[in-house]
């Protein structure tokens, strides 16, 4: 069986304010279709990591490198265009745009063609577009305003859109934040089958850990800026380090605690 490329290599990525130390030292590697989630206590210093893979941050030290290629404090744009999607933890949607013209919009911007959008968004990209909401379970939805969605139909079409530059990368920042239980299963399913079927890396950060230790292949642990543990989820389970730094946040994951099933 052959093993996947390694698709993101992060080495050493460091970014300080004064004198914290909001990531120190931080390195792991992602490959092509693999899950792998990235949490660790308010403060550990996630959301500092996303961003300087994303390029809305410039790390002091330390190298991004996708595919190889240096990517370390490029611009978000140039590295979206490379391939890599994000999704935020408060979705962005144009609110009196419908659903197609949503993804419309990246699928224009990710081909670097300037239109008109009032007169031309209705002609370019449709069909792509609809496939892409085919693909999220949002087909139905393609002609509705995105301000009438439901909250887990917004995330779902916000995953449409990080679709649309057909990306090597996906960072899902608390892809499920503020959605009901059954939703956030159907949405990392959704997800991960996408990912698996396209080979494309997702590392994502989320505060549920049923969501993590069901869909994660790998987890890592960031706790004030330095990785703890890396490790398959029942590694990380029982990772003592880890848990001392989880405790009372619920880490020790008990599988008879999921959804719909008995304690």
Same mark, same amino acid.
């Given at each position: 069986m052959?093993?996947?490329? !390694?698709?993101?290599?992060v080495?050493?990525l460091?970014?300080?304010? =004064?004198?914290?130390h ?8 992602l490959?092509? +279709?693999?899950i792998?989630?990235?949490i ?6 996630? %959301?500092?990591? $996303? ?11 330390? /190298?991004?490198?996708?595919l190889?290629?240096?990517?370390t404090?490029r611009?978000?744009?140039?590295i ?6 994000? !999704?935020? &933890?408060? !979705?962005a !949607? ?10 419309? @919009?990246?699928?224009?911007? /990710?081909? &670097?063609?300037?239109?008109? *959008?009032?007169? %031309? ?14 693909l ?6 393609a002609? #509705?305003?995105c301000?009438?969605?439901?909250? =887990?139909?917004?995330k ?5 859109v ?8 996906l960072?899902?920042?608390e ?8 939703? #956030?299963i ?13 080979s ?8 549920d850990?049923?969501?993590? $230790?069901? /869909? ?14 890396e490790? %398959?989820?029942?590694? @990380?389970r029982?990772n ?6 989880? *405790? =009372?946040? +619920? ?5 008879? /605690? #999921? ?5």
């Amino acid at each position: 069986m052959s093993v996947a490329p !390694t698709l993101l290599a992060v080495e050493g990525l460091t970014k300080s304010y =004064g004198g914290i130390h909001a990531v120190r030292g931080v390195s792991f590697e992602l490959r092509a +279709g693999e899950i792998l989630a990235l949490i660790g206590p308010n403060g550990a210093g996630k %959301s500092t990591c $996303f961003d300087m893979l994303n390029g809305q941050n410039r790390p002091d030290s330390g /190298h991004v490198r996708l595919l190889g290629e240096e990517i370390t404090g490029r611009k978000p744009r140039e590295i979206w265009r490379l391939g890599v999607g994000r !999704t935020f &933890q408060i !979705t962005a !949607t144009f609110a009196t745009m419908t659903v197609r013209e949503n993804v419309q @919009v990246a699928l224009i911007s /990710h081909e &670097q063609r300037l239109f008109n *959008l009032v007169g %031309s968004a209705a002609r370019v990209a449709r069909e792509e577009a609809g496939r892409l909401l085919e693909l999220v379970g949002m087909g139905g939805y393609a002609d #509705r305003p995105c301000g009438e969605l439901a909250y =887990g139909d917004l995330k779902r079409l916000e995953l449409a859109v990080a679709l649309a530059n057909q990306p090597k990368l996906l960072l899902m920042d608390e892809p499920t934040a503020g959605m009901a239980p059954r939703e #956030r299963i159907d949405l990392m399913r959704l997800t991960a089958s996408i990912a698996r079927e396209k080979s494309i890396g997702v590392l994502f950060t989320e505060h549920d850990m049923d969501v993590v $230790f069901e /869909h994660a292949d790998r987890i890592i642990v960031l706790n004030r800026g330095t990785l703890i543990a890396e490790g %398959s989820p029942e590694a @990380v389970r029982s990772n003592p380090q880890v848990q001392a730094v989880y *405790l =009372g946040e +619920g880490l020790v994951y008990d599988a008879r /605690h #999921r959804e719909g099933t008995p304690a």
